[in-house]
């Protein structure tokens, strides 16, 4: 099994920034691609931003520009820097573990962005 733990959130001011961290941990494949999601209330869940094994990234429209998905110093950790933030970014943040043998939700993250 493979374990996804979110951590980072919290409540911001409009305009400023937040670190989320996803880590990885248990029976993980050598090569994997961790996505972002999140889900505002009464919302379906979105699509973020992927990081591929191979270090592309991709990023919906809604947070190019704003928000960066990098790996940290270990394969296992990888985070969501997110700027400018509007109270629109307010939503429980997810982390997806993406592998050839089957994919890990994490439990989420809070973040509230007050105007």
């Known amino acids: 099994q493979v374990q996804v733990v979110e951590s980072g959130g919290g409540l911001v001011q409009s305009g400023g920034s937040l670190k989320l961290s996803c880590e990885v941990s248990?029976?993980?494949?050598?090569?994997?691609?961790i996505g972002w999601y999140r889900q505002a209330p009464g919302k379906e869940r979105e699509y973020l931003a992927r990081?591929?094994?191979?270090?592309?990234?991709q990023y919906e429209d809604a947070v190019k520009g704003r928000f960066t998905i990098f790996r940290g110093t270990t394969k296992n950790v990888v985070y969501l820097q997110m700027n400018n933030l509007k109270p629109e970014d307010t939503a429980v943040y997810y982390c997806?573990?993406?592998?050839?043998?089957?994919?890990?939700w994490g439990r989420g993250t809070q973040v509230t962005v007050s105007s």
């Open positions: 248990g029976r993980t494949l050598s090569a994997y691609d």
């Open positions: 997806k573990y993406v592998s050839g043998h089957g994919d890990s």
């Open positions: 990081l591929w094994d191979n270090g592309l990234t």
